[in-house]
């Protein structure tokens, strides 16, 4: 691991304005980021820590919204009634990701912002567009069975690995950030996570120094909550792909998946053929599917998983 100075912020505002020093990241649980300094993958000059800055409150909103601040634990956050009761998908991503040490340290904000778990991303020996801009992708012609089949572009083919990533865009949750001169902003997660396209580097809609300090959830939507995750084993590992669903009584919903793209899928066109059943749903969204011979199984796993979540739904 390299060098880095440290230093704690005292509000989430002097904290933008202090990451806009280059070289500069913020840092709060670390289960991403102190693995990927260790592996010299990310090499930050300078180390900002925001646990100390109280975003760590679930709160009601007046509009009847819940808000998570940005540094509420995994853990916290999976085992909350209010959670549990009204967005019961998000709780259930939650306890399929990781361990529960993991869950214990991880935060929300964080957990919007893991960095692929693409092999060639962290092999160093190899190159990666994600890891140095214009080196090309490794991936591309390489083993591929765990990577994307839409959303892809010839830079890059990469997943974006979080579980509560997906359930948020389901929910369509919004996140709250604040810049280094004060300025608020609230971004859509349906705008938060970008595809590659030729600068698969830049992840997300932050800005140079951008802090998230929350994201929010709107008004409940009823109806039953389904997390499935398909994965290699039964405990600890990524997704091969996931589905969350949303089902309503009279079979209408909403459907978001992981583990098949740069971001969380969803295609709200796709959720219109949802009483028609899960083939209808996948053929929706995977109109512009670009497999490779090793990850095209994902789409029949997609398929097969929605199927079993809105049966599960409607027993």
């Not at 180390?47 to 975003?55: F, P, R, T, Y």
């Not at 919007?112 to 060639?120: A, K, V």
């Not at 990524?238 to 949303?246: D, E, N, Y």
Request: hydrophobic fraction near 40%; proline fraction near 4%.
């Amino acid at each position: 691991m390299k060098s880095f100075s440290y230093e704690r912020a005292t509000s989430p505002t002097a904290a933008a304005a202090a990451a806009r020093m280059q070289g500069a990241r913020f840092i709060a649980g670390g289960t991403n980021l102190l693995d990927l300094m260790k592996l010299q993958i990310e090499t930050p000059t300078h180390l900002i820590d925001v646990n100390g800055l109280g975003l760590d409150k679930i709160e009601a909103t007046s509009e009847g919204e819940l808000r998570i601040g940005a540094l509420v634990r995994n853990t916290d956050l999976a085992a909350d009634s209010r959670v549990r009761r009204d967005y019961a998908v998000l709780s259930r991503a939650l306890l399929s990701g990781a361990s529960g040490q993991l869950r214990n340290k991880a935060t929300t904000a964080g957990n919007l912002l893991q960095r692929t778990r693409c092999p060639y991303f962290y092999d160093t020996n190899q190159p990666c567009n994600k890891r140095t801009p214009g080196s090309g992708c490794a991936a591309i012609g390489g083993y591929s069975r765990q990577l994307a089949v839409v959303g892809v572009s010839s830079a890059c083919i990469a997943t974006h690995p979080s579980d509560m990533a997906v359930a948020m865009r389901v929910l369509d949750a919004t996140v709250e950030t604040v810049t280094a001169n004060g300025k608020v902003r609230t971004i859509p997660i349906a705008d938060f996570h970008r595809l590659p396209g030729d600068t698969p580097h830049i992840e997300t809609a932050l800005e140079s120094g951008e802090l998230i300090t929350a994201v929010t959830l709107p008004k409940p939507v009823g109806g039953t909550h389904i997390y499935q995750k398909v994965r290699d084993r039964a405990s600890y590992a990524f997704a091969l792909v996931s589905v969350a669903a949303i089902v309503q009584r009279d079979g209408t919903g909403r459907v978001a998946v992981g583990g098949v793209a740069h971001k969380p899928w969803r295609v709200e066109a796709a959720e219109q053929q949802m009483q028609r059943g899960s083939k209808a749903v996948a053929t929706g969204l995977f109109a512009d599917a670009k497999p490779t011979p090793d990850n095209a199984f994902k789409l029949t796993l997609v398929e097969r998983t929605l199927g079993a979540a809105m049966a599960q739904a409607k027993a």
